[in-house]
């Protein structure tokens, strides 16, 4: 039963993703950690979950409309390797907190919110994007 949930999980995680690009830290996260599954180890099942099955079928579909941007993606892929070889790191040699996790969490969470309230009801859309 617990690894038909976790297909569940899955499942609503990647529909997120496909849809509006977000799901697949935020919402699986949360999801796993209802579950009582611990940080670490849905760290270690989010970065798992990024490498192919999560990102390569929205990629594909969204290269077939010519939204990929090949250059600028490589630069990303780049940057987020280094930060995160050094961020596991930290986490895994000085054991971060579960506590502290959920305050690095909850930062970003409500900096990506204000962000969306502010784009949604008081900013406007760039018309170049």
């Known amino acids: 039963m617990i690894n038909l949930l976790y297909v569940l999980i899955g499942l609503i995680s990647g529909f997120t993703v496909g849809m509006i690009g977000l799901g697949g ?3 699986l996260i949360f999801l796993l950690l209802l579950c009582e599954v611990p940080m670490p180890s ?4 989010v970065l798992f ?3 192919v099955p999560q990102s390569l079928p929205g990629l594909l579909i969204y290269n077939d409309q010519n939204h990929f941007k090949l250059g600028m993606s490589i630069l990303i892929a780049f940057g987020s ?3 995160i070889t050094y961020g596991s790191q930290i986490a895994t040699r000085y054991k971060i907190s579960e506590k502290t996790s959920y305050s690095i969490m909850t930062g970003i969470l409500i900096l990506c919110l204000s962000f969306t309230i502010y784009k949604t009801w008081l900013g406007t859309s760039s ?3």
């Open 127 to 129: 018309p170049n994007r």
């Open 25 to 27: 830290d935020i919402l």
């Open 81 to 83: 390797f280094i930060g």
């Open 49 to 51: 979950i990024q490498l």
């Open 42 to 45: 849905v760290i270690a099942s």
